[in-house]
Structure formats: structure tokens, C-alpha cells
């Protein structure tokens, strides 16, 4: 079992940045694939970002040119750099791992966008 928990969200005017972590119990560097996802009230879960054991990344459209995705595995922890939110970007966030055919979730962390 896999225990991953996140943290940096909180409340930010529209145009502010935030930082969002993921720390892991264990190591990351044998992760597959890391990804931070988001779910809005009444919408479903949806994809932000993810990175592949190779580094490579990959984004939602909206997102595009304001977030970037991150991992040190020397920490075991993933980490979202949240730039020019909006209000839009306002969700639950949550960051998942998968080894091998085993994906793992955290808990969430609320991020909100409003003046």
C-alpha cells in the first residue's frame, strides 16, 4: 500500500500562483506515471497534468502554459506549480501514482480561486 498526501492548496485571488505537493511513502522513482487531477462540484474528475517515469509531461488544455508538473524522486514527491489561476481552476485536487498495474490516490487537497 501506497500512502500519498498532498498539501499547498488554499484560497487565491485570480491571477495568484500556488504550489501543490504529493508526498509518497514510497519511493517514486520506479512510478510509472504521476498525475495530479481535479474534480469542480458537479463535474467529474478530470486530468491537470501527469509525468512519466521518462519525465515526460502532458496537460489538459486548459492548463497549458500556466501549470507545470514536476517530480524529485530523491524526495518522493510530485509537485504542481500553479501559475494566472482563474476562477475556473477552482476544484478538489488530487495527485495518483501507478506502479505497474496499481494506481494509488490521495486525498485531496481544495483549491480555490476568488477575489
Known amino acids: 500500500q501506497v500512502q500519498l498526501v498532498e498539501s499547498g492548496g488554499g484560497l487565491v485571488q485570480p491571477g495568484g500562483s500556488l504550489r501543490l505537493s504529493c508526498a509518497a511513502s514510497?519511493?517514486?522513482?520506479?512510478?510509472?506515471?504521476m498525475g495530479w487531477y481535479r474534480q469542480a462540484p458537479g463535474k467529474q474528475r478530470e486530468l491537470v497534468a501527469a509525468i512519466t517515469i521518462f519525465g515526460i509531461t502532458n496537460y489538459a488544455d486548459s492548463v497549458k502554459g500556466r501549470f507545470t508538473i514536476s517530480r524529485d524522486n530523491a524526495k518522493n514527491t510530485v509537485y504542481l506549480q500553479m501559475n494566472s489561476l482563474k476562477p475556473d481552476d477552482t476544484a478538489v485536487y488530487y495527485c495518483?501514482?501507478?506502479?505497474?498495474?496499481?494506481?494509488?490516490w490521495g486525498q485531496g487537497t481544495q483549491v480555490t480561486v476568488s477575489s
Open positions: 495518483k501514482v501507478r506502479y505497474e498495474g496499481t494506481q494509488y
Open positions: 514510497r519511493s517514486i522513482s520506479s512510478a510509472n506515471d
